[in-house]
């Protein structure tokens, strides 16, 4: 028997992968879903008008309108198991929707806890998605569902609660590196830096406000830790590693922009360590960010093998030998 030396497996899936499309939904399917989302725009359109105009006016949730892009596209990445796995209602979900549409306006005349609005809005989409079609759906959207909390933001009271402990950690660290510049003392108050140059205060002190607390780069940067977990094949320990890691580097990366800004402040023209410059500074700290991410995740990829896992090239082998 002739030698097939192109894998008919392989060629086979690429080819199901290019002809699945959403379009095989179904004009019903597409219906239904525009009346849901009607009416699910109906009971939370308040709760979503303000969340969107949290993004417009604060520029720490500015990332809040790329997330939902994101999880619309975590959704087709699995476009293939979603379209082909046997979806049945769940009349769990059918219970929790109706307890999520019920709890929304209690919360808002009874509980008044306003961060619980946009959380059992998430919960009631999830909810619907369960009812519509079962666990099975569930296992391929329960990620870009969830993920959307990372668009909602944080109640005042729990921001301030974050942001102050990283205000006064950048504050310390970069007292303290600026304190090794010969003829410069500074001082720590909480966040105020008092600065002393040469003999001479200077006027105004340094303080790190919200602004510098680092928390649009920490929300933005815990959002991408869980995305590229989610789409890189590694294993679990290398995922939990990348996620937990988020943090630490936001951080770092937070004092490095404290610490840099003081010395702009301090050895050179304190009105580039404001306002728009301020700004564009703050904006460099993001691809160093990444740099430092993507620089461990390669690291990781590149010192630990997994065994037990045959490259393409043995697979491709052994379907040719099976085939002869």
Same mark, same amino acid.
């Given at each position: ?104 306006p209690l919360n808002v005349v009874h509980f008044q806890y306003g961060y619980l609005k946009p959380i059992g809005m998430i919960a009631t989409l999830g909810a619907i998605v369960l009812f519509w079609g079962g666990w099975k759906l569930i296992r391929y959207t329960w990620l870009p569902i969830g993920f959307l909390i990372f668009a909602v933001p944080l109640p005042q009271r729990y921001y301030v609660t974050i942001t102050m402990p990283m205000r006064i950690?950048? *504050?310390?660290?970069?007292?303290? =590196? ?6 410069? $003392?500074?001082?720590?108050?909480? @966040? !105020? /830096? ?102 461990? *995740?390669?690291?990781?990829?590149? =010192? ?6 045959? $490259?393409?090239?043995?697979?491709? @082998? !052994? /379907? ?5």
């Open positions: 028997m002739a030698e097939n030396t192109t894998p008919p497996t392989t060629v086979g899936q690429k080819n199901d992968d290019q002809c699945i499309s959403w379009q095989e939904i179904g004009v019903h399917s597409y219906v239904k879903m525009a009346i849901i989302a009607t009416l699910f725009w109906f009971i939370f359109h308040v709760e979503i008008d303000s969340i969107v105009k949290r993004w417009v006016t604060d520029p720490s949730w500015s990332h809040g309108f790329l997330i939902p892009f994101f999880s619309l596209y975590f959704i087709n990445q699995h476009k293939k198991e979603i379209l082909t796995i046997e979806t049945k209602p769940n009349y769990l979900g059918l219970v929790l929707l109706v307890a999520g549409v019920l709890f929304y950690l950048a *504050a310390k660290v970069s007292t303290l =590196l600026l304190n090794m510049v010969n003829d410069l $003392n500074a001082t720590v108050s909480g @966040v !105020i /830096i008092d600065v002393v140059y040469k003999g001479q205060k200077m006027e105004p002190p340094l303080n790190v406000a919200e602004a510098c607390s680092g928390m649009r780069l920490l929300m933005a940067f815990l959002a991408l830790g869980v995305a590229m977990a989610y789409l890189h094949y590694r294993p679990v320990w290398q995922r939990i590693v990348l996620l937990s890691v988020t943090v630490p580097i936001a951080v770092f990366c937070n004092i490095v922009r404290v610490t840099v800004t003081g010395f702009i402040f301090v050895l050179g023209d304190p009105k580039y360590a404001q306002g728009i410059y301020h700004d564009i500074l703050g904006m460099f700290m993001l691809p160093l960010a990444f740099g430092l991410y993507g620089a461990l *995740a390669w690291f990781m990829a590149s =010192l630990f093998i997994e065994e037990g896992q045959p $490259n393409e090239e043995k697979q491709n @082998v !052994i /379907i040719r030998k099976r085939r002869t």
